[in-house]
């Protein structure tokens, strides 16, 4: 159900195609794209198809004039390096790199000069994959889901609206990714501003989250809120359910999560950000060097809240923050 338009913040270059890029493209010349995925064919699907339908606008066509070479890690973080090294082998014209940025940087390992997209990568310029937002520096360029850890504040204040007693939020992270693990003391900052004390848990994969939500209820967890990660993100129908079982709220970044049964999520349209790395593709086919091509934040957010699971959690949302909700899950 929806309740209001997509937010449009400032950022960003292109929320739109202009007619004038949608032009077909030279008859003959047949393209070659590396895909990267951390996950599988089936839990990305909707990503694969968002990403394919930007590419179609700009006149392309998969099979045709663009061969895409997909590659999926089904959730293993070591797999990525061969990964890469098997598109590199390939002699692709171009890599997109999906999901966090351990794809990133296992595809900067694997090459130095074939251009690299990123899709959502996380404060790009802190974790060291390119030298600023405006002016890459190298052979990567794209699209960060955020530029810096503020918006983990406002999951925190959505939460703290709904459960107005709240005062201790299990965090849960994959602590093989390094700007999670950095984010802690930020964290930590902005949860004492709101009178939170943070229950922080580590889980890799599947096997560590038994241990993660025993240890947060233990420690008196109230609610929970899990950090962005493209391998935990494979196991949120897993996490949802332990969730609900352990009668823990959670919170996330993007809207499957919710659609798999977290409370409610608050972030970036990540299908829009798929749609939109089309652009840095065929800039970069048709000469445009990585390094000149400034690195773009999303221009659209979304609220949504899953009314189901609180109902079975016993919570009541406050109206205020349905009315402000851009989808709610009934």
């Known amino acids: 159900m929806k309740r209001r338009a997509f937010i449009t913040l400032l950022g960003g270059t292109a929320a739109t195609w202009p007619l004038a890029v949608r032009a077909q493209q030279p008859a003959g010349r047949v393209y070659r794209v590396g895909y990267l995925s951390i996950g599988s064919r089936e839990q990305t699907l909707h990503f694969i198809k968002a990403f394919e339908e930007g590419l179609r606008s700009l006149g392309y066509r998969v099979g045709e004039n663009v061969i895409i070479e997909y590659r999926f890690a089904n959730g293993e973080m070591e797999r990525l390096p061969a990964n890469a090294a098997d598109v590199v082998r390939l002699g692709v014209d171009i890599i997109v790199a999906t999901g966090t940025n351990p794809i990133t940087v296992a595809a900067m390992k694997a090459t130095t000069t074939i251009p690299i997209v990123m899709i959502t990568g996380l404060d790009p310029v802190s ?3 390119v030298a600023s937002l405006a002016r890459p520096g190298g052979n990567v360029t794209g699209l960060a889901v955020d530029a810096g850890g503020e918006i983990l504040g406002k999951r925190f204040e959505l939460l703290k609206e709904t459960l107005p007693n709240l005062s201790r939020l299990g965090i849960l992270f ?3 990714v390094a700007l999670t ?3 802690q003391t930020s964290m ?7 009178g939170l004390t943070l229950v922080p848990v580590e889980a890799r994969g599947l096997d560590a989250l038994e241990q993660a939500f025993a240890i947060m209820v233990r420690e008196r967890a109230q609610a929970l809120v899990m950090q962005g990660d493209s391998v935990l993100f494979n196991y949120r129908g897993r996490i949802a359910e332990m969730a609900l079982r352990n009668r823990l709220p959670a919170a996330s970044i993007q809207r499957e999560l919710a659609e798999a049964g977290f409370l409610l999520t608050y972030g970036a349209d990540i299908r829009d950000l798929y749609r939109r790395s089309a652009i840095f593709v065929d800039k970069i086919f048709k000469g445009a060097k990585p390094a000149d091509l400034p690195v773009e934040q999303p221009t659209k957010f979304e609220l949504v809240i899953n009314l189901k699971t609180a109902k ?4 009541d949302v406050p109206p205020s923050l349905l009315a402000r909700a851009d989808e709610v899950i009934e």
């Open 127 to 129: 974790a060291g994959l």
């Open 174 to 176: 994959n602590p093989d």
């Open 181 to 183: 693990r950095s984010r």
């Open 188 to 194: 930590g900052e902005t949860a004492r501003a709101l």
């Open 312 to 315: 079975a959690l016993g919570l």
